[in-house]
């Protein structure tokens, strides 16, 4: 989860500075683009296609983590998990503790990702 949230704020970084930079870098070689796309083609890709599938995997972690103790990894999942094996292995329950425990910045990482996210989409991608 964690890396993938990392690789996630690197890809938005990214993608910010692809939508942000892409006009600069239309105006400085004529709209032609250095690979022979139409110009617009980086920020076509971005707005049509990264950004929702960053979107919708948001959503789906969210969905996640909400979940009951069912959800494979959701938050009560991780406590059930560390409940049953604190007897038997007290680090790996010490483990599963802390994840469920950090569990509340996560979803406010993720939801500040979104709202980035849907930010760059609403002044950017319209």
Do not use: F, Y
């Not at 007290?90 to 509340?104: G, T, Y």
């Amino acid at each position: 989860m964690r890396r993938w949230l990392g690789g996630t704020l690197a890809a938005v970084a990214v993608t910010g500075g692809l939508v942000a930079g892409s006009g600069v870098a239309l105006a400085d070689d004529g709209g032609g683009g250095g690979n022979g796309g139409s110009g617009g083609s980086g920020t076509d890709v971005v707005c049509t296609q990264r950004i929702p599938k960053a979107l919708a995997r948001i959503d789906t972690l969210l969905t996640r983590i909400d979940g009951d103790a069912s959800t494979r990894g959701s938050t009560a999942w991780l406590q059930g998990r560390a409940n049953r094996v604190r007897a038997t292995h007290p680090a790996l329950a010490d483990l599963l503790d802390q994840r469920a425990a950090d569990r509340p910045a996560t979803i406010q990482e993720l939801r500040t990702l979104q709202t980035q996210l849907q930010d760059v989409q609403r002044k950017d991608c319209a």
